[in-house]
């Protein structure tokens, strides 16, 4: 059977899993279900579990759930999860899942579809999905085989479950390899990708590297989920929020500046994705930067896990949901100051403050439009100016070097015989 067409045909793929649920679990081993499978099927059948079953076990209530989560270590990176790989909005199509190392729910996020779907498997907070509490799934995999595990329809045991498609792995931490719990993301058949399983093992990496911060790894400026008791005395290693002043984006070297007159290095990647920030007070969604920056082949993921990290830098100086700069950051970079000052009329300011190009080693096609655009603001505003002096500093610089239209305006303005319009003429290749 070819394991491709369960993204390929989900539907196909599904019938034939059905097909084959049924003679295995009639006693008729199949190949479509390999063996692991279907011993966790037995086994889970062993302690009682039906294929007709609908109602997982239930541990706790809401109330009692909240108060798990208030003292599990997984509090201090479910925010970071639910930026990377959440998706409550009305189009939302997937539901993310964090358990116990028992496998019983403690937060689920999705959208209000998603939910009702969810609801009525009885997938919510306080529901054991360990083998013994509903039977095989990609939850009880997880904790079993200590590995990223992906069930597809009818590799579930409980016959209601065959419409989902859920990829789980477990988080463990990262100092004394204890289980600390599973992250599940599952959907129907069709929400299904080839890259849901390293976006969710991508995930786990995440999270597991901000157990190890001293903060859990929440961006700076956020509230600290647990008590204050239990915080390190260590120094934290972000910034707090406050600190950020302004962005440079002109030249090769972007960095971040603080207000004590400090200047955190950016890399190129994080530079664009702030310059397009900076660019729309709007904001963007993950998916619109993920075509920006990467065409066709960007996932929102990527996008999330990388601003993730932006925001783990400047903290509360970039918001989510949408992703876009704060309104104490916004217009505050170098090249918003560049447009400020030619709105205000301020041209030799903007001029002397246009000192390169915005991010002059980005090959990125909307980065380059930005650069273009910033380009004609300053030379159209110089051109307009009808100062020979300003045209003379425009052409000196390396973004108004080959600007014929100006050569031709200082020509106009001081006659075509001067040297200075003849130099610049001569640059041209006029």
Sequence with gaps: MDYGLRFSDPAKYARALRRAHELVISGVPRPEIPDVLADSWRRSMALGISPDQHSP??????????????????????????????????SGRHLL???????????????????????????????????????????????VTGRPVQL?????????????????????????GRLLGVLDVSGPLDTL????????RCAVRVAESLLVAPDGGKPAGAPSPVRASRQSPRRQSVRPAAAVESLELLGDRPAAVFRDGSRMPLTL???????????????WSAEELAYELHG???????????MFRVRSLLGEAVESNPYRLAAGLAGSSDSGRVLRLLHEGRVSDALQAYRAPLLSRSGVLSVQMLRDQLDLAVG????????????????????????????EELGRLVGRG??????????CGG
């Excluded at 990647?269 to 904001?283: K, N, P, T, V």
């Excluded at 009808?386 to 500093?393: I, N, T």
């Design 269 to 283: 990647r994080r530079a664009e994705i702030l310059a397009l920030l900076d660019s729309r007070h709007q904001g």
């Design 57 to 90: 076990r239930h541990l706790h209530d809401a109330a009692e759930v909240l108060e798990l989560r208030r003292e599990h270590r997984l509090q201090q990176v479910m925010p970071a999860l639910d930026e990377l790989l959440a998706d409550s909005s009305s």
């Design 97 to 143: 899942v964090l358990t116990d190392a028992s496998g019983e729910i403690l937060w689920r996020v999705g959208s209000p579809e998603v939910l009702r779907r969810a609801d009525r498997l009885e997938f919510f907070e306080g529901a054991d999905w360990s083998e013994a509490g509903i039977g095989t799934n990609a939850i009880s995999e997880a904790l």
């Design 193 to 200: 990708t080839a890259d849901t399983l390293r976006m969710v």
């Design 152 to 176: 597809f329809s009818a590799e579930h045991l409980v016959r209601t479950h065959h419409e989902w498609a859920c990829t789980a792995a477990p988080i463990t931490d990262p100092v004394t």
């Design 380 to 407: 159209s505003a110089v051109r307009s100016s009808d100062d020979a002096g300003l045209l003379v500093r425009w052409l000196s610089t390396d973004m108004g070097a080959s600007d014929f239209t100006a050569v």
């Design 418 to 427: 001067d040297p200075r319009y003849l130099a610049f003429l001569a640059s």
């Design 296 to 306: 066709d082949a960007g996932t929102p993921v990527a996008i999330r896990t990388e």
